[in-house]
């Protein structure tokens, strides 16, 4: 018998032979309770050392990650048995000397004890543990935790259905009873014991449950209960001659029968209905990402979701779904951004709808040409997939789309639509009104508003707003002026044409921080405002209008303005991590780093393999002064190519701020050959303040002829300024800026930190709206 037993599920601790508690009642033991839970949870396959040095110290050189791992697992041999551990690497506990309950657990489902592996859970694992100095174990754990959760609730699920199958009523309302407590505001638990207790005669119970559950589901949803357990109730009040419920008009109708007796597996279907390669596209994200890149972030989201040799997908929201890009069948290039643009615009409604969780598509998109919608699914931590097909021909138009379960691969909806062009728009609402029906929710005001005033009639505008809203010309100031131009064809087919509106804004403001030889800053920014405020009056539902609206006021120091527009974006489309990433921005440049640092964590959680969600979470962390862990974020983004420049200059003001001048100059110059001017005036910065002031002063130079030439740019100047220390002529460039309207907040947490002693600082902190520290 082993002489010692790990707890695992509930307070973690180990206890020893005479179940006598070892390890669990000083917090300096945590670390070594982490690394058991670990290896408990890792059963026989253990885990190699990488993976522990990644887990416990990912902000560490190598080498003194390897020593802090030796130290550890040499004061848990003292303090246990020096045969504790199995193997060198990797490293297994021995189980003749420990045994845990999560491996019981596991061992139970893996041969089929249903009720050996719901006798050992006891509680959420690992509950209310943390280690505050490890962001990756917590992410570890926090996926270990739900993934069990689920299997538990699996298979009491199983056991509850088994006991029915066998008219055992008893039992199935044990099982289902349990179930209830782990989740209890969920429908399907409620009518499952409901059932079960109709079932067995107890009619008085099961409406007694009933009421007890409306009562909470009023309580902590706001809401009424769903149809399902609505009809249930009247049942069971028509069985005990009691008072009919009263239910809400407003419930989503019930959910439709289901053409077909049984689940059709996804990868059951025909060859002829399957989705068929689709073609190569544009990504959908502000920064464009390489395959290779792709592939980089994707290994490393799934190591993070990974238990160290078991899968373990983020946690599924009961409703939550992963539009994926629908494939271009007629293979014609000319219909590619067609059939993207219906992709994104299907996204953008879905959003929209209440209670859903709408995957982000640079996170979808990079599981495009992926096989296993189950596979996909449990990566993305979404409970549905949404596929499907599109073929242009000439002004015909057909749509091939089926939503998939991801819990057992089957088709809860498919349809066929064959539609002319002109009617693109109903499509998307018929499309997601349907999948609203499927998941039991609506579609809502708020999408159908969208729809209706976002939208034009005319199709050629809406395919010039498609080419001109490829993220792909963000990056240039050439591809800006060609989407401008794409924008302003489409608002000459349809002057009413919201979005393009919108597009048109955007374009204005990437082009005034660019080189622009027709229009001085304010004059494009000007430009841009009114063309935000003629989308939010044509569609007041817009999300990117009001973020387009935002960013201009921000531009022009106008910060309250600014957080009320994107805030105003976030409440119209929750689940659009782009929004969460400019409050990010906005809270740290406006000291607000604990605001920050949640709306990072909110857009990660949206959009988990987006580059720029990563890095904004870096951002947040450098805004709460924790530089350590903000420089491990990044370094997932590393091998990015093209290097990401936000990623670059965040890192950059972490080495700053640790004084770390050299990293900090291999930092910038990593980045200055895509990072323009600004790059340059960064580059000068940090020089200047690592005390290479001939090379500083030589950008300098630079910065002031280019000045000259252009008339703007003097906060570049400024910047070079502010690193060499000369405060007086950074203050005189630094007021030159906000005139101009190029300040800009990127290292606005360096300045302050820089310039706030002098008593200038006072007066331009005024101009520009900052707040106070």
Known sequence: MTRYRLRTFGTLALAGPADDTLLGKH????????????????????????????????DGTQSRGRHSLEQLLYAIRSSIDEAVFAGVNPVRLNPDVVSSDVG????????????GAVEVYRGPFLDGFYLSDAPEFEQWLEAKRARLERSYSGALERLAQSAEATQDHATAVRWWRKLAETDPVSSKNASGLIRALMNAGDHAAALQYAEHYEAVVAQELGTSVGPAVANLVAEVRAKTKTERIAVLESLPPPRRPRPHAAPVPADAMPVAQRQPERSPRRRSAPY??????????????????????????????????????FANVSGDQRDAAFVDGLSEELIAVLARIPNLRVMAPTSAFAFKDSAGVRRIAGNLGVSNILEGGVQKAGSRLRVQVRLVDAGDGSIRWSEIYDRELKDIFSLQSDIAGAVARELDLRLGESALAHIKRGSTRNVAAYELYIRGNDPVRF??????RAALE????ALALDSNYAAAYAGLALM???????DDPELSRPDRLALAEQAALKAIALDDSSGEAHEALSFIRRDNYELASAETELKRAVALEPTNARFHEGLVQLYAMTQRPAEALVEARRALELDPLSPTANAEVANALLANDRCDEALAQLEKLRSLRPPLNRAGLIAAECYEQKQMWPEAIAEIQRITVNGGPRGQA??????????????????????????RRTNGGAFDVALVYIGLADNDQAFAWLNKAVDDRSLGFEWMHTIVDDLQRDPRFEKLRRRIGLPKR
């Open 104 to 115: 019981g657990f596991q061992s139970a489902l893996a041969r089929g004890d249903l009720e």
């Open 288 to 325: 464009a990402i390489g395959a290779v890149a792709i592939v980089v972030i994707i290994a490393i989201a799934a190591w993070l979701r990974t238990t160290l040799g078991h899968s373990t997908p983020l946690p599924a929201a009961e409703r939550s779904i992963a539009v994926l890009p």
């Open 508 to 514: 204005h403001k990437r082009i005034a921080f660019g």
């Open 27 to 58: 917090g300096h033991q945590h670390r070594r309770l982490a690394l058991l839970a670990v290896l408990a949870a890792a059963g026989e396959q253990g885990c190699s050392r990488d993976q522990l040095l990644l887990l416990f110290w990912p």
């Open 682 to 707: 960064f580059l000068g910065y940090v020089l200047g303040r690592g005390g290479r002031t001939e090379e500083a002063r030589r950008i300098l130079a630079e910065m002031l002829d280019r000045s």
């Open 475 to 480: 990056r240039t100031d050439s591809g800006a």
């Open 486 to 489: 794409y924008f302003r064809q």
